[in-house]
């Protein structure tokens, strides 16, 4: 295009400026070739006329569309020049805040001098895996780059970072290492990072320095090399150091410092341990005061220097060799501080030997003082004749001083650093490894010396390296996309290097100088205007003859000659060397041995053993320093090993910016960031992109952005690539503008632009023709509207006068009548008042006058009422008191009487005779009854005589009572008169009576008149009452409900704060769990590691299983065993050793257990032997004398041997507590070796003892035991013998029977009678059995009959229609249940029948070979068989929920259980089906009683499914099974425990297959534990299945079709990644349903599966906002449509699965902002305010990022402006935010296993036969 049609009206451009480098005007004339000048308007609205030559060559620079302003990578830009890429930096740095941007491979970061929030472990994470350009620049995506290529072309890596001083460098390696230290491995495994980082303040103290651009400046530059193993797997590190700055050692400019280790040491020169050094402050010394002020700014030196020490200690530096190093600083101040005495006009010098300081310097070296102080002043000459001593002028004295001072230090400086690599290597080999260059920039100075020039050179070097890079990068790129390859013209510094490094160039020239006896810096100059003055890159100053002026690539830099040869030669005189090589101090001499006799000094530090510079060649002598290397040989060839490992390694450059000079957060200084970014070499890259085809679209990318230009017809084909083709064929006219690749099209340099014109000339058209359309329509709407609302208000006016005429009309007719009535009433109204007042006052006369006299006699009435009441009430009062004292009196002494006697029956119990009475023999209680008998007979005797007596007495009486009665009757008839007169005063007594009830009834008629005065008066008052109490109630109300608010106030907050409290617990209990899993995991893979490599046979290391379980064997609930194990268990102690056996309480758990045991076979015998007793005393009857009398010996002989057995267990039980007491002592003192060994030795003694005890004990046991089972089985068959009466009488009696035939005939009987006695006890027990069968039966029926009367009972009092449904339910519940029934028998049946048909085969092989034996087995055994069949048919028939299986079919029950099953094989069956089963085992041995099956059982499930889930780790199916079936056990043994707690749902039933013996209290916490590991395992599993899918579903996928064509360009890719996998929202979803499934199917429980998909969800949220938040390409409000439309698919899928009470929703709150703050508006403060209220899930960084990264997409949207993130930030200062940028998403929320217990009873399990369980026999 021509230039015509590029500088239009309203074009940008760029023009030069004298302030800000470049300045933005707009053309306001159309530009015609030919014209002198442009017509622009600048940005302030000024006119301005640039001129121009008239060959039109200095056109100004166009400006980039502000669509593509702020991209991220600077050659995206379609016009690429210096002003695009400053203003684009520009934009970047201050509006957004982005310190990164890319120039193709370059990173440019400009240093913010700020903390910024992007540095932090989850940015880490949120960057690795990630490809280049995929997110927003970062110095991470250029770590992860080198390090992802390392892993796949298999190839050594280097990160370049350089720079000004100041600009970050330093800061940039550190985070790059980090980055590697992460993602290569753990910092908790390597640890190379903080090794690295421990050396950083060693290295910062004596490589570092204050400059006039930097506070702490790198004086030197470092590579460092980071290894890595086979796995990528840091295993350590190297350091190189170049070109220390030595001759800051002796001299610094005004304002800069020495290095910072001088006024550390100064600053710390007061510690007691430096009082040897003869340090003061800094400023007394001449080597630190040079430049002025000796302090920084926020810096304490002392407090550094603690650092500094501590580092060293940290890198295994000696205190001794620490003190050495800081004696050699001070020796280096000493000696700058010699006082050199001039004599004869300074020929001739000398050194006081009084000299302080020279005293200090050679005690601190330990060299010796008289020769130090004579060959500073003196120099040995040796010639081929002689030898001779020279004395040194001053000037040579003072540069022999300062160059004995630098050699020092850089001799001290190369050994640290050998001590830095030291404590950074490793023996492993290395694999690969990423190297860091940390090395200075380009630099000019004011005065520029030889320095600068060696720092140039070395940019010139690297330059040259970086330009050689990117042209090949852009070779292979346009090779690989076919295009035309034409060599592009790029600037070569060849002949720059070759004019410093070539034969005769500078350096050359510069050595031969210094061979030159009397050669001069001046010299040297000539020699260089001689030689190169017609060479391009060197000019001669006009106004010097010492300076030369160098052409670098950056800039022209002036060096002053002056210093050259002496830095060159830095020369040092042997005689001095040798005296400090014969210093007492070893480490001094040591410093100087591998100089042998030659002693320049590198500037090159000692670097790793592989590159170490130094001359192949012997050795010469001092005299002959024109073989020895000068510091610009040594640098050179230094510099060329660096490019060759460069050169060896594929490179990543970071180039570092200094925005300002004053270190001011975000301000940008355009000349510094141009001067930058002409030496760095960052325009040189755009310039060679610019050269070549800068712009590069894919075909679909360009499709979409640009198919508003094409036409229909081109529209309707198929084939974009064809489509695109003739696009641009239309549009561009010259061919060479672009280039048609396999997969992108290439432009020229403003050929985008110009098609971004094209496209808003199209949309702008577009937009006027749709705005005049919508305005004529909308103004055509608003005549129609005007014209129609004027009709209506016309016809409404008209309409509405006519209505108020009418009105006015009607009113007043209606106000005459009115006025007429009005008059009437109220006229009528005043009389009738008058009337009523009259009446009113009448009636109120009179009834106050009635009142008054009723009144008062209603009170005399009441007086005397309260009087009567009264004097009651204090009578009754006083009988009250009287009754109540007697009462309490008699209470008391019966007390007293009763504690008396309880107190004397009391002692009467206790006393030895009432206890002698109660042991009195049977014997002694007969007597006694006989005598009491004959007593009684006696007292009967006495008691008749008595009675006699009593009977005639009697009589007697009775008649004297008959004389008495008749006396009284005479004397009853005088007494009749007297009756008389009582009569008569009786009637006039009721006479009196009648008067008084005639009063009582008229007191009480006025009694009744007052009580209803009193009652109306009462009930006001009550009334009055209420309502005060309600007032009183409301007020009280009031300040309840305040006091109530404000405690459930307090309430809610400490229950929210006791929540997140729990919350936070849980999460670090189960982070804990996580690290100890990892833990396991790491040591299971180094267990794996050393049984691969095989080392030491005697090597021993526990296996994986002895993991925490085995903690759990100290539990005395379960962990028990024979006392025959206890020597195993001594010998085991005795193995472990003295610390471990201290603590090791199971031994004495298991002796305590087995205690108990005896204890309770003690109890046992004891009860055999009272029954024995018993059966003794029934069989005492019939059997002789002398067999009860042994038998009394035997038992009492038992009885106290059982009494000695119970003494020795209460003396074995009291010696294990004492055991028990002095193990907890000796566990808690270790005060001393001894006292260990004392405390060991007496723990293995006194166990033993007790062991042996034991043993003797157990003996005594089985002996006692055998006893009574021998004593036992003689009294039965002398139970079953009966003697034979000689009195009775037989048949046939009188017959002579033999003696043989007697004795036979008696044991016959005696046989049968047994026999019949067997068969009378089977029957009664049988019967017995049957009894207790049918009562069981009859109170089974009892309760079902109580069950269904009250059901009954609870069905009549519900509606029809329930009692209908009721009664279904019933009768479904009665059905289910004999389905179940049914169904379990048909089970049992079916493996009974299994079982018989085996057995019959069984039978049918063996019939053959033993049927002759089997004819001769008795019938008794016959009949056991068939009995032993019978008894086993019964018990699988009484399933009780509890399989049993042998001890040796426990790892085949593991293996087909759990190792080796398959989630598909009991798909079919009960949900967790193995679960059950190993309740059901661990049930059976818990019936058992044998906590030995218990604890192998529950250890060896838990091994079991870690080895099943380390197997599976990636299999989500797997993991889920078992996560389902660890809940489910874990919830069995809950629901089974015993606890009430756990059983309120549990049946009656589910109630009897609890537990009974052992508490696994401690298993729970095991199997919680366990199942944490999995379902964390879990989440692992679906995070590393949706991980790569849900940025490209979630944030990239296009569910909204069209708004693809707004997107912008992206990052141009140099890496050779394969194309990633794009992923649909539907795939995601699609996963999301397979693990729903997945887990449904499996059985786990509900509420763990909602936690599963919160977990899920806030992974999908965090990675997506962290790629939001990184991603300035998407932060868009297409962006936000599309995202939200997502978010609200995702929504609906989980109310689809009903998990919206799961919390997942809420994960998403944050995303769902950020959708809506990318379309919400944003410009006035309004919009502002809207959003701090909306986005209250997002921080504030977050949202000030996210405004930030807001990129327009077209011409018609507006950037967010930098005073609306200030109003945004201004109103969001009251929030108290984290600091932290992105979302972590690796955090798991805390798992709760609530419990779920089950429905499902034991009995009711079927066992698959494809489980191959056939060993498990149902009980």
Not at 529 to 551: C, E, G, W
Request: glycine share 4%.
């Amino acid at each position: 295009m021509s230039a015509a049609q590029l500088y239009t009206k309203y074009t940008r451009v760029w023009i030069p400026d004298p302030d800000e480098v470049w300045r933005s005007a707009e053309i306001i004339k159309d530009y015609k070739v030919g014209d002198k000048s442009l017509q622009l308007k600048l940005e302030d609205e000024t006119l301005y006329e640039y001129p121009i030559d008239l060959q039109g060559s200095e056109l100004p620079f166009l400006r980039n569309p502000d669509i593509l302003v702020g991209q991220n990578d600077l050659t995206a830009l379609s016009y690429l020049h210096e002003p695009a890429v400053l203003h684009n930096l520009k934009v970047r740095f201050l509006e957004s805040n982005h310190i990164y941007t890319y120039c193709g491979i370059v990173l440019v970061a400009i240093n913010p001098y700020e903390q910024l929030p992007i540095y932090e472990q989850d940015v880490i994470y949120a960057y690795s895996g990630q490809n280049m350009g995929d997110m927003d620049p970062h110095i991470f995506a250029v770590a992860e780059e080198a390090y992802k290529q390392m892993a796949r072309d298999e190839k050594n890596q280097s990160i370049i970072v350089s720079g000004e001083s100041g600009a970050g460098k330093t800061v940039s390696a550190k985070y790059a290492m980090r980055f590697f230290a992460t993602v290569g491995g753990s910092a908790s495994e390597t640890n190379i990072e903080a090794k690295v980082l421990a050396s950083s303040p060693i290295m910062e103290a004596i490589g570092n320095a204050k400059t006039t651009r930097n506070d702490n400046s790198s004086r030197f530059g470092k590579y460092i090399q980071i290894g890595f193993d086979k796995r990528y797997h840091i295993i350590g590190a190297n350091m190189r150091t170049y070109l220390l700055e030595k001759s800051r050692v002796v001299f610094q400019a005004e304002d800069e410092r020495n290095y910072h280790i001088f006024y550390q040491l100064c600053a710390s020169s007061s510690l007691p341990e430096f009082k040897d050094l003869g340090l003061t402050c800094a400023e007394d010394f001449f080597y630190t005061s040079q430049g002025g002020d000796t302090s920084i700014d926020g810096v304490d030196d002392a407090d550094d220097f603690e650092k500094t020490r501590h580092a060293f200690t940290l890198l295994g530096v000696k205190e001794s060799h620490q003190m050495t190093i800081f004696r050699i600083i001070a020796a280096i101040l000493h000696l700058g501080n010699l006082k050199i005495q001039g004599e004869r006009d300074g020929e001739v010098c000398s050194v006081s030997s009084e000299d302080e300081h020279l005293k200090n310097f050679c005690s601190l070296l330990g060299v010796e003082h008289s020769q130090m102080q004579h060959w500073l002043c003196h120099r040995k000459l040796v010639t081929t004749a002689e030898t001779y001593v020279k004395s040194m002028s001053l000037h040579q004295v003072v540069n022999a001083r300062n160059a004995l001072a630098k050699h020092i230090y850089a001799q001290l400086f190369n050994w640290i650093v050998q001590h830095v690599n030291k404590a950074l290597h490793t023996t492993v080999k290395q694999h690969s490894f990423i190297g860091v260059l940390d090395i200075y920039g380009f630099e000019t100075f004011e005065v520029n010396s030889f320095e600068q020039f060696c720092i140039n050179y070395a940019n010139e070097k690297l330059q040259q390296q970086f330009n050689s890079h990117v042209f090949k990068l852009e070779q292979e790129e346009y090779m690989k996309e076919a295009i035309p390859w034409t060599l592009i013209d790029f600037y070569d510094n060849q002949p720059c290097i070759d004019l410093i490094e070539a034969k005769l160039g500078i350096l050359d020239l510069l050595d031969e100088e210094c061979k030159v006896p009397k050669g001069t810096d001046q010299n040297w100059a000539q020699k260089l205007y001689d030689r190169h003055a017609a060479s391009q890159h060197f000019q001669k100053p006009r106004m010097s003859n010492t300076s030369f002026i160098v052409l670098h690539f950056a800039d022209k830099v002036e060096y002053q000659s002056e210093g050259f040869l002496e830095k060159n030669r830095d020369t040092v005189y042997e005689e001095q060397i040798n005296i400090l090589k014969a210093s007492k101090y070893q480490m001094v001499a040591d410093l100087f041995q591998e100089e042998k006799d030659a002693v320049p000094t590198t500037a090159v530090p000692k670097r790793a053993p592989r590159i170490n510079v130094r001359s192949a060649k012997p050795a010469f002598k001092a005299a002959n320093k024109e073989h020895r290397k000068t510091v610009g040989h040594q640098f050179r060839n230094s510099l060329q090993l660096l490019m060759e490992t460069l050169n060896a390694t594929t490179p990543h450059y970071v180039r570092c910016i200094k925005p300002n000079d004053e270190k001011l957060p975000f301000k940008f200084d355009p000349k510094r960031a141009v001067q930058q970014l002409r030496a760095c070499g960052v325009l040189e890259t755009i310039r060679i992109s610019a050269a070549g085809f800068p712009s590069r679209w894919s075909y679909t990318d360009f499709f979409n952005r640009y198919r508003v230009l094409m036409s229909k017809r081109d529209l309707s084909k198929n084939d974009k690539k064809q489509i695109c083709q003739t696009l641009l064929e239309e549009l561009i006219k010259d061919p060479d503008k672009f280039q048609f690749g396999r997969t992108k099209i290439f432009f020229r340099a403003g050929q985008v632009a110009y098609l971004e014109k094209l496209r808003a000339d199209k949309f702008r058209a577009a937009t006027i023709m749709i705005q005049k359309t919508v305005r004529g329509w909308l103004e055509r709407t608003r005549f129609r509207r005007l014209r129609r609302a004027t009709l209506t208000l016309q016809c409404y006016t008209r309409g509405h006068l006519a209505r108020r005429l009418f009105e006015h009309l009607r009113r007043t007719r209606a106000a005459i009548i009115l006025q007429k009535q009005y008059r009437m009433l109220r006229m009528r109204r005043a009389f009738l008042r008058v009337r009523s007042a009259t009446l009113t006052i009448q009636a109120f006369a009179r009834g106050m006058f009635v009142r008054r006299i009723y009144r008062q006699m209603l009170m005399e009435h009441k007086a005397t009422i309260l009087q009567r009441y009264a004097r009651g009430w204090l009578a009754r009062a006083r009988f009250r008191r009287a009754r109540a004292a007697a009462v309490v009196l008699q209470c008391h002494w019966r007390r007293l009487k009763a504690r008396r006697q309880l107190q004397a029956l009391r002692i009467e119990a206790r006393s030895a005779q009432h206890l002698k009475k109660l042991n009195i023999g049977m014997e002694n209680k007969v007597v006694q009854l006989q005598r009491k008998v004959d007593e009684q007979n006696k007292e009967n005797k006495l008691l008749n005589e008595q009675l006699s007596m009593l009977t005639s007495a009697h009589s007697s009486e009775v008649e004297k009572l008959k004389k008495e009665l008749q006396q009284y009757q005479q004397t009853q008839q005088g007494d009749g008169k007297q009756l008389l007169s009582l009569q008569e005063e009786t009637e006039r007594l009721q006479m009196e009576l009648k008067r008084a009830h005639g009063e009582r009834e008229v007191m009480e008629d006025s009694h009744s008149k007052e009580r209803d005065l009193l009652k109306k008066r009462i009930s006001d008052l009550e009334e009055e009452n209420a309502l005060l109490k309600q007032e009183k109630e409301e007020l009280n109300s009031k300040i309840l409900c305040q006091s109530e608010d404000e405690f459930a106030r307090n309430t809610v907050e400490e229950n929210m704060q006791m929540k997140k409290e729990l919350e936070e617990e849980r999460s670090r209990y189960q982070n804990l769990v996580k690290e100890y899993a990892s833990l396991e995991q790491r040591y299971d893979n180094l267990r794996d590691e050393m049984s691969i490599f095989k080392q030491t046979p005697g090597h021993r290391r526990n296996p994986s299983n002895q993991s925490s379980l085995e903690s759990d064997s100290n539990n005395p609930s379960i962990c028990t065993s024979e006392i025959g194990d206890t020597e195993d268990v001594i010998q085991q102690v005795e193995e472990i050793g003295m610390e471990k056996a201290a603590m090791d309480m199971t031994l004495f758990l298991k002796l305590q257990k087995r205690v108990r045991e005896l204890e309770v076979e003690r109890k046992k015998l004891q009860a055999q032997l009272e029954k024995k007793e018993q059966e003794s005393k029934k069989s005492q009857v019939i059997e002789i004398k002398t067999e009860v009398t042994s038998e009394h010996e035997d038992f009492a002989y038992n009885s106290l041997k059982r009494q000695e057995l119970e003494s020795e267990n209460k003396k074995l039980k009291n010696e294990l507590n004492e055991l028990r007491k002095a193990i907890a002592d000796h566990a808690t003192q270790n005060n001393s070796a001894n006292d260990v060994q004392d405390g060991y030795s007496l723990l293995l003694n006194q166990l033993k003892s007790a062991n042996e005890e034991l043993e003797v004990r157990k003996e005594e046991v089985l002996i006692l035991r055998s006893q009574i089972m021998k004593a036992a089985q003689q009294k039965e068959m002398g139970k079953n013998m009966e003697s034979i009466s000689p009195s009775a009488s037989w048949p046939n009696s009188d017959r002579h029977v033999d003696q043989e035939d007697a004795i036979e005939a008696y044991q016959g009987i005696c046989e049968t009678n047994r026999l019949l006695e067997a068969q009378l006890q089977e029957q009664r027990r049988e019967h017995e059995e049957e009894m207790e069968a049918l009562k069981n039966q009859v109170d089974f029926m009892q309760e079902e009959l109580e069950k269904q009367q009250q059901a009954f009972l609870q069905t009549l009092q519900l509606s029809p229609e329930v009692q209908v449904e009721f009664g279904l339910q019933q009768e479904i519940t009665r059905l289910t249940n004999e389905n179940l029934d049914l169904k379990e028998l048909l089970e049992k049946l079916e493996k009974n029948e299994k079982k018989l048909k085996k057995q019959l085969k069984i039978y049918m092989k063996k019939v053959h070979d033993f049927e002759a034996s089997q004819t001769m087995v008795p019938v008794e055994r016959r009949l056991h068989e068939r009995n032993m069949q019978v008894a086993v048919q019964r018990k699988e028939k009484d399933f009780q929920g509890m399989l049993e299986y042998y001890k040796e079919d426990e790892p085949l029950l593991i293996r087909n259980l759990i190792t080796e099953l398959k989630p598909q094989a009991v798909s079919a069956t009960v949900p967790c089906l193995p679960a059950y089963i190993l309740y059901m085992c661990l049930r059976h041995a818990d019936y058992i009683n044998d906590d030995q099956k218990v604890h192998s059982l529950l250890t060896s499930t838990i091994n079991g499914v870690k080895k099943v889930l380390k197997k599976h780790q990636d299999d989500f199916e797997m993991t889920s099974f078992w996560l389902a079936n660890m809940c489910r056990l874990l919830h069995c043994l809950k629901q089974y425990s015993g606890e009430e707690c756990f059983m309120t749902q549990n049946t009656a039933k589910q109630n009897e297959h609890c537990l009974k013996n052992f508490d696994l209290t401690e298993y729970r916490q095991v199997l919680g534990q366990l199942s944490i590991q999995i379902y964390q395992q879990l989440i692992k599993i679906a995070r590393g299945i949706l991980h790569p899918m849900i940025v490209s579903a979630v944030l990239e996928n296009e569910s909204i079709q069209g708004l693809s064509s707004v997107k912008t360009v992206g990052y141009r890719k140099y890496s050779s990644n394969a194309g990633d996998i794009c992923y649909s929202l539907d795939e995601m979803i699609h996963e999301l349903n397979t693990f729903h499934s997945i887990m449904c199917d499996q059985g786990l429980d509900p509420e763990i599966i909602q936690q599963v998909f919160k977990q899920l969800f806030y992974m999908i949220n965090a990675i997506t906002l962290n790629n939001l938040l990184l991603r300035k390409d998407v932060c868009s409000w297409s962006t936000g449509m599309q995202l939200r439309f997502n978010i609200s698919q995702l929504e609906e899928w989980l109310r689809g699965k009903n998990l919206q009470q799961s919390g997942a929703a809420q994960t998403l709150e944050p995303l769902i902002q950020a959708a809506q703050l990318l379309q919400l508006k944003k410009k006035t403060w309004e919009d502002a305010e809207a959003i701090c209220s909306l986005c209250t899930a997002l921080t504030t960084h977050q949202i000030v990022k996210i405004l930030n990264l807001y990129t327009p997409v077209n011409e018609f949207e507006e950037r967010v402006t930098v005073a609306f993130i200030r109003d945004i930030q201004t109103q969001l200062q009251g929030r108290n935010d984290p600091t932290q940028l992105l979302l972590d998403f690796k955090h798991l929320f805390p798992v709760l296993f609530p419990f779920n217990p089950s429905a499902i009873t034991m009995d009711s399990i079927h066992l698959p036969a494809s489980l191959n369980l056939d060993f498990l026999n149902k009980v």
